[in-house]
Nanobody, 118 residues
């Protein structure tokens, strides 16, 4: 499994940014891809995930209503649309994946930096 993130950068508070994950190498379609972020000095936080087969999604309370995860199965891409960004959204965002059922992610990308300036 290979996960490759792109699209991070610097954005002003209140702005929007979309980050992408190219997900490949899965041996079945029964898997989930999520976005996990880590800010300096803080624990990793899972912010959203989507299942490949039926596009079930879920979000952390901290981003619900502001972020949206969606996928393009044909292109094997997973996106995280981030709106109404806040300074506390600043973090390295990792794309992560696991076959279902799972209680943790088994595969990780290298991460992409998102910085929100206030």
């Amino acid at each position: 499994v290979q996960l490759l993130e792109s699209g991070g950068g610097l954005v002003q508070a209140g702005g929007s940014l979309r980050i992408s994950c190219a997900a490949s190498g899965f041996e079945s379609d029964d898997y989930a891809v999520g976005w996990v972020r880590q800010a300096p000095g803080k624990e990793r936080e899972g912010v959203a995930f989507i299942t490949y087969s039926d596009h079930t999604t879920d979000y952390s309370d901290s981003v619900k209503g502001r972020f949206a995860i969606f996928s393009d199965n044909a292109e094997r891409m997973v996106y995280l649309q981030m709106d109404s960004l806040k300074s506390e959204d600043t973090a390295v965002y990792y794309c992560a994946a696991s076959y279902r059922p799972a209680t943790q992610y088994d595969h990780w990308g290298q991460g992409t930096q998102v910085t929100v300036s206030s």
